[in-house]
C-alpha cells in the first residue's frame, strides 16, 4: 500500500532570477512528523509555501496522495496552515475563531458546537471560549490557531516556526503539546523551523537543508548520530570539527594523533573532517590521554560543565559532569564509536 502523501518532483524556484529550491525531490508519508531545518535563506519555508499552495514553483510539480496539484489553489487543498503570526481574528473570541472556517463553509450551528468543543479539549482551552485574542498569553494564541487549523480536518498541517515568537520555556512546553496532538489526531505535520532542539524533539524525520537543496533526511538519531558533513554536523548541535587524512580504511589522523575509527571506503590519504561531539570526550590523566591539553576555560550549563581545552594548536570543546580547574593539564582519549569521518564539503578547507 502506498503510503506517501505529498510528493515533490523536480521542484525549482526562484525569487528575482536567484534559484532558491534546485531541482528538489522529496516524498512524505501519511501520518509523517517532518521538519526542514536550516538556516535563513536555505528555502525550507519556500518548500513549505509551495505545498500550501501559496508559492507556485517555476518547475516541477507537487502531488497529494498521487495527484497533480501544481496549479490548485491554496483553499482547494486539504492542507491548512499556522504561520508564526497566528492571523487571529482580534474582533471575535476564542469560538467564533475556531469556528470561522466551518462558518464559511455553511455547517449547521449544533455540528460547529460539537467540533469547536472537540478541538478546545485537544489544545487544553476548555473554558476559554468567550476570552477575547488579547486576553490570551502567546501561547493560548498559538493553541487558537492550531484548533482552527485543524477544525476542518486538513490531512497535513503546516507549521512554519510557530513557536518563534514564544519564550523558551513556553516554547518547549508546546513543543511536546504539538507532538502530542499530531500523535492524537494521527495526521500529517510538516514543521519549519531554524531551531535544531526543535527538530530533534518533535520529528519522526529531518531533513536539513542549505541553498535550496535537502543535504540529509533521517531519524533525529541518524542526523545527529551520522551527520553526512561538516555543515549538518556543525549545525545539529556542538561538534569539534577537524581536518584531518584518512590513511586506511578505519584509521585517521588529525591533531597530529593516528585513531581508529569506523569509517571505510575512502581513497588513501585523504583529506577529510573528522567531527567528534562534546559529549564523547573521556577526561583522564595527562599519561593516559591520546590527546594533551589546557583547559582555558569551564562554564557550568546546567546539566554539565563545557570545558574549552587547547592542545595539538586547537581548541576543543569538552562536555562532561565532570569538573576541572582552568590552567590544568589534562589527557583526553577517543574510542573509534567517538569519531566521525566525512568527505570534505566544497569551499570547505
Known amino acids: 500500500m502506498n503510503d506517501i502523501i505529498i510528493s515533490l518532483q523536480g521542484i525549482s524556484a526562484e525569487y528575482d532570477g536567484e534559484?532558491?529550491?534546485?531541482k528538489l525531490n522529496l516524498d512524505i508519508r501519511d501520518h509523517e512528523f517532518v521538519t526542514f531545518l536550516g538556516p535563513s535563506g536555505c528555502g525550507k519555508t519556500t518548500t513549505l509555501r509551495i505545498i500550501g499552495g501559496f508559492v507556485?514553483?517555476?518547475?516541477?510539480?507537487?502531488?497529494?496522495?498521487g495527484k497533480k496539484i501544481t496549479d490548485v489553489p491554496a483553499f482547494k487543498r486539504n492542507i491548512n496552515t499556522v504561520f508564526q503570526r497566528y492571523a487571529l481574528f482580534p474582533h471575535l473570541n476564542v469560538y467564533d475563531n475556531i469556528a470561522f472556517g466551518l462558518k464559511l463553509k455553511k455547517v449547521p450551528k449544533e455540528h460547529i458546537k460539537i467540533q469547536v468543543e472537540e478541538m478546545l479539549k485537544l489544545v487544553n482551552l476548555e473554558g476559554y471560549e468567550m476570552r477575547k485574542i488579547n486576553q490570551l498569553s502567546g501561547g493560548q494564541q498559538q493553541r487558537v490557531a492550531i484548533a482552527r487549523a485543524l477544525i476542518n480536518?486538513?490531512?497535513?498541517?503546516?507549521?512554519?516556526?510557530?513557536?518563534?515568537?514564544?519564550?523558551?520555556?513556553l516554547r518547549k512546553e508546546m513543543q511536546m503539546e504539538l507532538k502530542r496532538i499530531q500523535q492524537a489526531l494521527g495526521i500529517t505535520f510538516i514543521y519549519v523551523t531554524h531551531d535544531q532542539e526543535e527538530a530533534l524533539t518533535m520529528s519522526d524525520r529531518v531533513l536539513v537543508m542549505r541553498k535550496g537543496k535537502i543535504l540529509q533526511s533521517g531519524s533525529p538519531e541518524d542526523i545527529y548520530n551520522e551527520p553526512v558533513n561538516a555543515f549538518v554536523a556543525d549545525f545539529i548541535g556542538e561538534s569539534n570539527i577537524i581536518g584531518g587524512v584518512m590513511l586506511d580504511d578505519y584509521l585517521v589522523e588529525f591533531a597530529g594523533v593516528k585513531f581508529e575509527c569506523e569509517d571505510s571506503g575512502f581513497s588513501r590519504m585523504e583529506a577529510v573532517d573528522v567531527v567528534i561531539r562534546p559529549e564523547d570526550f573521556r577526561m583522564v590523566s595527562v599519561?593516559?590521554?591520546?590527546?594533551?591539553?589546557?583547559?582555558?576555560?569551564?562554564?557550568?550549563?546546567?546539566?554539565?560543565?563545557?570545558?574549552i581545552v587547547e592542545g595539538h594548536g586547537l581548541q576543543w570543546m569538552i562536555h562532561s559532569t565532570?569538573?576541572?580547574?582552568?590552567?590544568?593539564?589534562?589527557?583526553?582519549?577517543?574510542?573509534?564509536?567517538?569519531i566521525h569521518v566525512m568527505r570534505k564539503m566544497e569551499g570547505r578547507r
Do not use: C, Y
Open 56 to 65: 507556485e514553483p517555476t518547475e516541477g510539480d507537487v502531488f497529494f496522495e
Open 287 to 307: 599519561d593516559e590521554g591520546q590527546i594533551i591539553g589546557k583547559v582555558e576555560s569551564v562554564i557550568f550549563k546546567g546539566v554539565h560543565f563545557e570545558i
Open 19 to 22: 534559484k532558491v529550491i534546485d
Open 322 to 338: 565532570q569538573s576541572r580547574e582552568v590552567g590544568d593539564m589534562i589527557g583526553m582519549t577517543l574510542t573509534p564509536n567517538d
Open 153 to 169: 480536518k486538513p490531512k497535513v498541517l503546516l507549521l512554519d516556526e510557530p513557536l518563534g515568537a514564544l519564550d523558551l520555556k
